[in-house]
Nanobody, 123 residues
């Protein structure tokens, strides 16, 4: 079992920045690829970004490329999502997700979820 706890969400104006954090516990953090998903009201949960176990490979959906950066600290057992130039379309609940396989997070969803953190971007 992996326990994930997100933090860092909030209300921000368009063009602003936020950094989300996801603290992991329970198993060896470095054994898991980590991802950020988001779910807007009335929409399906979608992948946003994924980072490999070592942190040397990342994946982003097109709509956040150049604006968001995923990173991880395998000593602090934490994954981050730095979000810049935020848009109202980025408004959603953001979830941390973990799986042993990077490809699983990119194509599907991993086995372990956090509780989510709300990000609201006002225009």
């Amino acid at each position: 079992q992996v326990q994930l706890v997100e933090s860092g969400g909030g209300l921000v104006q368009a063009g602003g920045s936020l950094t989300l954090s996801c603290a992991a516990s329970g198993r060896t953090f470095s054994a898991y690829a980590m991802g950020w998903f988001r779910q807007a009201p009335g929409k399906a949960r979608e992948i946003v970004a994924v980072i490999s176990r070592s942190g040397d490979t990342t994946y982003y959906i097109d709509s956040v490329k150049g604006r968001f950066t995923i990173s991880r600290d395998n000593v602090k057992n934490t994954v981050y999502l730095q979000m810049n130039s935020l848009k109202p379309a980025d408004t959603a609940v953001y979830y941390c997700n973990a799986d042993r396989l990077f490809s699983t997070l990119v194509r599907e969803k991993g086995d372990y979820w956090g509780q989510g953190t709300q990000v609201t971007v006002s225009s």
